[in-house]
Structure formats: C-alpha cells, structure tokens
C-alpha cells in the first residue's frame, strides 16, 4: 500500500487524558495517523480515521513544529500541578516516517529539559532504541511499553502485515534493558501464540501487560467488533482464540514464569 504524507501546524499537542488513559493528565501525538495500519485498531474507528475518508494505514501527516510547541504547553501544565503523559494514544511515535523527521526525538529531548512526572511510550518499533540516550535522561520517570502481540511471526503476518518483525521488537527489549531503561512487554491485544512466549519474555523484561479487544478498545470490545475481528480468526481456524477468556490462556502460562506483582492486566498495565 502507498503512504500518503502530509503536514500539519497543530495549535496543541498535549490532550486530556480521557476514557482508558483517564490515569494520565495528557496523551502526546508526534504524528496523526499510522503507516502500520493493524487490522485490529481501534483507531481505524474513531472519528480521526472515520473522518478521513481514506483506508487507514494509507496516510500520515507529520505535525510540525511541534517541539516549540510542546516545550509552551509543558511548562505550562507543570505548573498547573503534576503531569503524566502517555505517547501515543492513536498513532505510533516510531513509524517509520520518524527516521526522516525525528518529531518523536524533538519531543524526547523537550521532555528531558522539562521533564514531566511520568512518560509512558507506547510503540511496536525497534526504531525507539534509537532514543535510549535521551530515554536514559528521564530515569525512573519513563517506561517503553513495547507491544509484541505473540511470538509467532506467521500470526504477525496475518493480522499486522506492515508492523515490525516480533524478533526485532523482543531484540530492543533486550537492548532498552542493557541500558537500564524501564520498559514491559504489551500483550495487547492479545493474539494467538506458543507455549513458549512467557519462556522467551523472561530474560527481557520484568513487567507484562495483558490485554484483548474486549477490554481495551476503550469502548468494552464495541469498536473490535465493529472491526469484525472475529472473521480474521475463523479464516485462519482459530476461533478458540477470539473471546473473552482467551486472555487467561496467555496470563497462566506467565504465571508460570512471571511472579504475580509483575503481571497486569488490561488498563492497569497502562497507567503510571
């Protein structure tokens, strides 16, 4: 699929947390839109994409100028009282137009000036091991949540075609930790996997997030269905994958392997 790429001057950058990330006082978006294009997101129904009027995953614009921008509205929020953000709530701020424009960075290197009291950095790109200079600066103040849905690469080609490889994104597990960089693995949503994907998440990261369509599309499951996600599983016959428990299928066997203070499911995993 071709990208189309735009541009874009927003008068504001910092949003409320609302809905699902009602635990942050601003969500952060480097770019709108997304060239990943999951056939499972739930942005593809909300009123950015709706709205649009072209395929999702086929456009992304590139908000300029967005460094000054935020350094304004950070201070600002700061000294409103205490600022927690989370990056990025319907976009991912290491697609792969950043290596370009490096409006994720410019925005890295405001927040470790002004550095708010929490950052989530929410991604499927190895791209964000690009950062760990600046990441390193935020110390404590900072997780990378990086999403790696399964650990079977032909299930990532079925449902995500144009993401990341998984072994790319279980490699920059390893380097975030090596650098000291507080970071989970986001089983989100959850899609069909081994019985070896908590065995091979141990060495990398202490803390996994578990979460599925029916919890955390921030509309109880409304917007998956709507997406009609339950096609993609009966075509590939794995229909016991798509429900409501499916989760708990993943979560035991972290179990297994995972203490239970290091396990989180859904919109806890999330919050800061």
């Given at each position: 699929?071709?990208?189309a790429y735009?541009?874009?001057s927003p008068?504001?950058?910092?949003?409320?947390?609302?809905?699902?990330?009602?635990?942050?006082?601003?969500?952060?978006?480097?770019?709108?839109?997304?060239?990943?294009?999951?056939?499972?997101?739930?942005?593809?129904?909300?009123?950015?994409a709706?709205?649009?009027?072209?395929?999702w995953?086929?456009?992304?614009?590139?908000?300029?100028?967005?460094?000054?921008?935020?350094?304004?509205?950070?201070?600002r929020?700061k000294?409103?009282?205490?600022?927690?953000?989370?990056?990025?709530?319907?976009t991912?701020?290491?697609q792969?137009?950043?290596?370009?424009e490096?409006?994720?960075?410019?925005?890295?290197e405001?927040?470790?000036?002004?550095?708010p009291?929490?950052?989530?950095v929410?991604?499927?790109?190895?791209l964000?091991?690009?950062?760990?200079?600046l990441?390193?600066?935020?110390g404590?103040?900072?997780?990378v949540?990086?999403?790696?849905?399964?650990?079977?690469?032909?299930?990532?080609?079925?449902?995500?075609?144009?993401?990341p490889?998984?072994?790319?994104?279980?490699?920059?597990?390893?380097v975030?930790k090596?650098?000291?960089i507080?970071?989970?693995?986001?089983?989100?949503?959850?899609?069909?996997s081994s019985?070896?994907?908590?065995?091979k998440?141990?060495?990398?990261?202490?803390?996994?997030?578990?979460?599925?369509?029916?919890?955390?599309?921030?509309?109880?499951?409304?917007?998956?269905?709507?997406?009609?996600?339950?096609?993609f599983?009966?075509?590939?016959?794995?229909?016991?994958?798509?429900?409501?428990?499916?989760?708990?299928?993943?979560y035991?066997?972290?179990?297994a392997?995972?203490?239970?203070e290091?396990?989180?499911?859904?919109?806890?995993?999330f919050?800061p």
């Open positions: 699929m071709s990208v735009g541009a874009k008068k504001t950058l910092l949003n409320k947390g609302t809905g699902f990330l009602d635990g942050y006082s601003h969500s952060l978006n480097p770019y709108t839109g997304c060239v990943f294009g999951c056939s499972y997101c739930y942005v593809r129904r909300m009123p950015v709706l709205f649009r009027g072209e395929s995953g086929s456009w992304v614009d590139v908000k300029k100028n967005a460094a000054a921008l935020l350094e304004k509205e950070l201070r929020a000294a409103k009282g205490p600022v927690t953000i989370f990056m990025s709530s319907s991912d701020p290491y792969p137009i950043e290596y370009e490096e409006v994720t960075r410019s925005l890295l405001v927040m470790a000036r002004e550095q009291n929490f950052l989530l929410q991604t499927r790109s190895p964000v091991r690009r950062d760990v200079d990441l390193s600066r935020l404590g103040k900072v997780r949540s990086m999403t790696v849905e399964t650990d079977l690469e032909e299930v990532r080609r079925r449902f995500t075609p144009s993401a490889p998984i072994a790319a994104r279980l490699e920059t597990l390893r975030l090596e650098a000291g507080p970071a989970q693995a986001a089983i989100a949503p959850v899609l069909p019985e070896l994907f908590a065995e998440l141990r060495p990398l990261v202490n803390r996994v997030c578990v979460d599925d369509y029916f919890m955390g599309d921030g509309s109880g499951g409304k917007r998956s269905k709507q997406l009609h996600m339950q096609s599983y009966e075509e590939a016959e794995l229909e016991e994958w798509y429900h409501p428990e499916a989760y708990r299928r993943v035991d066997r972290l179990r392997v995972f203490a239970e290091e396990l989180f499911v859904s919109q806890r995993g919050e």
